[in-house]
T-cell receptor, first 111, second 113 residues
């Protein structure tokens, strides 16, 4: 079964502390994984894609196929990082392209 | 460009009433999607349209119908609303083959009493 698991509903950290938002997936094919973010009163938007292996707003995420994980990390959290974060797995077949989203983790960065 | 737009922003329905949520995109994207967002459930795909003229069921299609009116517009209809359909509904679009990013609308907050 295809599934994305985000075990933490809420993660609170102090400003300047490291952040790790966990994401585990279940998929029999070659996974393509993403992190989407939703800031307060804003639209859901793409943050990271695993293939690009880039750092966006200081966030990085590495795909670990052995552990089937795609955790999102940032060494020093900022207050503006407070948002809802969703991990997503893309599936494709028969020419379609769909996402399976996790349940989301709300990150609160405390001053 | 407005990107993905949704109307209405808020709606309150009584059980059994019907309504249509409208979605439009001005990015010439081929694929469009409807999701619902519920606390603790994340985003779940209701229906999607891979290209103009095609629609397919997602994870939670029961109680909904869709129409891909043209390339720009993808509507979601609730024929007989139920309290379980109280949710925030998001429309998204994607350019098509070779493109992975979905662009989301602002959402419609629907309450069914």
């Amino acid at each position: 079964a295809q599934r994305v698991t985000q075990p933490e509903k809420l993660l609170s950290v102090f400003k300047g502390a490291p952040v790790e938002l966990k994401c585990n997936y279940s998929y029999s094919g070659s996974p393509e994984l993403f992190w989407y973010v939703q800031y307060s009163r804003q639209r859901l938007q793409l943050l990271l894609r695993h293939i690009s292996r880039e750092s966006i707003k200081g966030f990085t995420a590495d795909l670990n196929k052995g552990e089937t994980s795609f955790h999102l990390k940032k060494p020093f959290a900022q207050e503006e990082d407070s948002a809802m974060y969703y991990c997503a797995l893309s599936t494709s077949g028969s020419g379609t392209y769909k996402y399976i989203f996790g349940t989301g983790t709300r990150l609160k960065v405390l001053a | 460009n407005a990107g993905v737009t949704q109307t209405p922003k808020f709606q309150v329905l009584k059980t059994g009433q019907s309504m249509t949520l409208q979605c439009a995109q001005d990015m010439n994207h081929n694929s469009m999607y409807w999701y619902r967002q519920d606390p603790g459930m994340g985003l779940r795909l209701i229906y999607y349209s891979a290209s103009e003229g095609t629609t397919d069921k997602g994870e939670v299609p029961n109680g909904y119908n869709v129409s891909r009116l043209n390339k720009r517009e993808f509507s979601l209809r609730l024929e007989s609303a139920a309290p379980s359909q109280t949710s925030v509904y998001f429309c998204a679009s994607r350019r098509g083959t070779g493109s992975y990013e979905q662009y989301f609308g602002p959402g419609t907050r629907l309450t069914v009493t």
